[in-house]
């Protein structure tokens, strides 16, 4: 049974940062990208990036370039999110996803942007950033 437990999320300050955590377990997840989503009240769940769990490289939607960083750890099958200098607009639900890219890897043109082509999820952790 495949688990994704997400953790760090908490009620931060404008300006502050944060790492969030997504502990992955129950399946090998090669060829997996592992991604990050966001939903705020009243909006759809957005994509925020991934990172190929073979090949340790990220992709980020282009409103997330800059502020947001994901890496992993394959010794702990752990997946991270980081954010720098927090914003308002920022206050979401965070989830952690698992989603297949292809037999050949995860590329830039096979990295599953979209949450119908993840598979897996986590249940989410809260991000809340006060101004």
């Known amino acids: 049974q495949v688990q994704l437990i997400e953790t760090g999320g908490g009620l931060v300050q404008a300006g502050g940062s944060l790492r969030l955590s997504c502990a992955a377990s129950?399946?090998?997840?090669?060829?997996?990208?592992m991604g990050w989503f966001r939903q705020a009240p009243g909006k759809e769940r957005e994509f925020v990036g991934a990172?190929?769990?073979?090949?340790?490289?990220?992709y980020y939607a282009d409103s997330m370039k800059g502020r947001f960083t994901i890496s992993r750890d394959t010794t702990k099958n752990t997946v991270y999110l980081q954010i720098n200098t927090l914003k308002p607009e920022d206050t979401a639900v965070y989830y952690c996803?698992?989603?297949?890219?292809?037999?050949?890897?995860?590329?830039?043109?096979?990295?599953?942007?979209?949450?119908?082509?993840?598979?897996?999820w986590g249940q989410g952790t809260q991000v809340t950033v006060s101004s």
């Open positions: 129950g399946r090998t997840f090669n060829n997996y990208a």
């Open positions: 996803a698992a989603g297949y890219c292809s037999g050949y890897g995860c590329y830039d043109a096979t990295v599953p942007r979209m949450t119908e082509h993840y598979g897996y």
């Open positions: 990172i190929s769990w073979n090949l340790d490289y990220s």
